[in-house]
């Protein structure tokens, strides 16, 4: 029974790992706020400041709300007209979990497409993620998105 | 029940597409039309045109017969022996299934490898299939695959 | 019953060599020799070598002790600080399977970034790999990471 559970939670969680790359590919950003429970945090770090346990983060969200703040502001900023996203992910690795709770480490790469064609990898990390899984579809409690590189662009515009 | 096949159809698709990208990067090309049922469509377009509905493609092959003459075209240009690429898909999303047919979008990034050892980020998007599911293998009836990039290289050699 | 060994296999290569991939890219060398066994093989070589039946090899190993050898040579050197890696692996394809050995193949993307924060796309290939799966986990009995392009950087430096 533990081991059904097991490979369920697995199984649900990488499915809501593709929905969530997969709604912001497609430009899709106000369902972005959806992958998460009302009282979550959302913050984008990187891999020196994570290791040496700053606080201090690129983007820093503590809501749904301001997620989706975030998203109005992109769209008032005609972002989402300049460029696209496309991630891809790896396997989910399973950290720890209860019943209602899933902790689990993803990495991506993300490659970006200007409007006039270029294409470049944008950014590589990996997600630490809280999940929260009591409900029909895993929904996030927390996502630090913990990237490689020293230097992610300060024009961070979609979400990663 | 119906939650079982969902899950083999899922897996059943996964390992299809693995199966595609294998037969590709390892220079296969003459089983690449064996992924597709005779009476398949291929083609390959970029999100501008596919978002505004345009019907042109890049490549538009309307059967088996029109994907085994690309093989033969490419094996004469030897274009094979010029480069190589090298596909990482993410999950597949089931989109719709049925008995017999199941739809799924699957995002790709493509890497290629020139005869001088230079590589570089060839090609991101996502392919939109729907595959036959009704034999022990799944098979192609469509694959649509939409490019993020409005600028593909002209010289499209190999399948995508 | 052989259905679900097979599936099994599978899971269980896939958790493997995400957990391979994760060690090397948060900078835990030091366990990656646990992930083969004693008497194990581990060569990185070239798609036009490995070709052209030849055994040479950009790097060769033929035991665990070499694996961790090579691990405290780059402490040494001082290399791990420099730069780290992210691997985003493919699915597995299981080519041969027996009660207590699976062959398979996974392709990979590498990127390297750079302390400086560049980031660039480091290798491109295929593990071809021998898993050993009488335990609890699968151990590497052989590894031959197969790089796509011929121009592979001859600092090597972390594994592959």
Same mark, same amino acid.
């Given at each position: 029974?533990?081991? /059904?559970?097991?490979?369920?939670?697995? =199984?649900?969680?990488?499915?809501?790992?593709? *929905?969530?790359? =997969? *709604?912001?590919?497609?430009?899709?950003?106000?369902?972005?706020?959806?992958?998460?429970?009302?009282? @979550?945090?959302?913050?984008?770090?990187? *891999?020196?400041?994570?290791?040496?346990?700053?606080?201090?983060?690129?983007?820093? @969200?503590?809501?749904?709300? +301001?997620?989706?703040?975030? /998203?109005?502001?992109? =769209?008032?900023?005609?972002?989402?007209?300049?460029?696209?996203?496309?991630?891809?992910?790896?396997?989910?690795?399973?950290? #720890?979990?209860?019943?209602?709770?899933?902790?689990?480490?993803?990495?991506?790469?993300?490659? =970006?497409? +200007?409007?006039?064609?270029?294409?470049?990898?944008?950014?590589?990390?990996?997600?630490?993620?809280?999940?929260?899984?009591?409900? #029909?579809?895993?929904?996030?409690?927390?996502?630090?998105?913990? @990237?490689?590189?020293?230097?992610?662009?300060?024009?961070? #515009?979609?979400?990663?």
């Amino acid at each position: 029974m533990d081991q /059904v559970n097991r490979v369920d939670h697995f =199984r649900q969680i990488s499915h809501a790992q593709a *929905a969530y790359a =997969r *709604a912001i590919d497609s430009g899709e950003l106000e369902s972005w706020p959806d992958f998460f429970v009302e009282d @979550c945090v959302y913050r984008i770090t990187t *891999a020196d400041n994570y290791k040496a346990g700053y606080e201090g983060s690129l983007v820093y @969200c503590f809501s749904r709300g +301001m997620l989706a703040d975030r /998203v109005t502001a992109l =769209r008032l900023a005609n972002i989402y007209e300049g460029q696209s996203y496309r991630h891809i992910l790896g396997q989910p690795s399973i950290l #720890a979990e209860t019943a209602d709770e899933v902790q689990s480490e993803t990495p991506f790469m993300v490659a =970006r497409i +200007m409007r006039d064609g270029t294409t470049d990898l944008f950014a590589t990390g990996r997600y630490l993620d809280r999940y929260k899984v009591d409900g #029909a579809t895993p929904k996030l409690a927390e996502r630090v998105v913990v @990237c490689d590189s020293s230097r992610v662009d300060t024009l961070l #515009a979609l979400p990663l």
